[in-house]
C-alpha cells in the first residue's frame, strides 16, 4: 500500500514557476513509477507527466512540454514536478499517482494510488 500527498501547489502570476511536489509512504515507492495529472474545474482529469521506476524514463503533455520537468529522489520516497513560466490554463488541481508496474504510462487508469491534490492557480 502506498499513501500519496500533493503539496506545493499555490497561487502564482502568469510567467512564474512552481514545485510540485509529491511525498509517498511505503517501502517499495522506487519500484514505481509515477505520474502527475490535473483536472481543471469543468473538465476531465488530463495527463500531465510520468517517469518510470528508475527515473530513466520521462513523459510530457504537449501542453507543458518544454516548461516542466518532473524527477524523483527515491531516498526521500518524493517525485517532483518543475513547471515554468505558468499559463492560466495551467489553473487546475493537481494529482500524482503511483503504478505499481514501474513503467511510465499517460493514461490514468493504470494507476494504483493517487494523492488527494493541490491546487495550482495562476491568475493573467
Known amino acids: 500500500q502506498v499513501q500519496l500527498v500533493e503539496s506545493g501547489g499555490g497561487l502564482v502570476q502568469a510567467g512564474g514557476s512552481l514545485k510540485l511536489s509529491c511525498a509517498a509512504s511505503?517501502?517499495?515507492?522506487?519500484?514505481?513509477?509515477i505520474g502527475w495529472f490535473r483536472q481543471a474545474s469543468g473538465k476531465e482529469r488530463e495527463f500531465v507527466a510520468a517517469?518510470?521506476?528508475?527515473?530513466?524514463?520521462?513523459y510530457y503533455a504537449d501542453a507543458v512540454k518544454g516548461r516542466s520537468t518532473i524527477s524523483r529522489d527515491d531516498p526521500k520516497n518524493s517525485v517532483y514536478l518543475h513547471m515554468n513560466n505558468l499559463k492560466p490554463e495551467d489553473t487546475a488541481v493537481y494529482y500524482c499517482?503511483?503504478?505499481?508496474?514501474?513503467?511510465?504510462?499517460?493514461?490514468?487508469?493504470?494507476?494504483?494510488?493517487w494523492g488527494p491534490g493541490t491546487q495550482v492557480t495562476v491568475s493573467s
Open positions: 517517469v518510470n521506476w528508475s527515473g530513466g524514463r520521462t
Open positions: 499517482a503511483a503504478d505499481d508496474s514501474g513503467v511510465a504510462t499517460t493514461e490514468a487508469q493504470r494507476y494504483d494510488y
Open positions: 511505503g517501502r517499495t515507492f522506487s519500484s514505481k513509477s
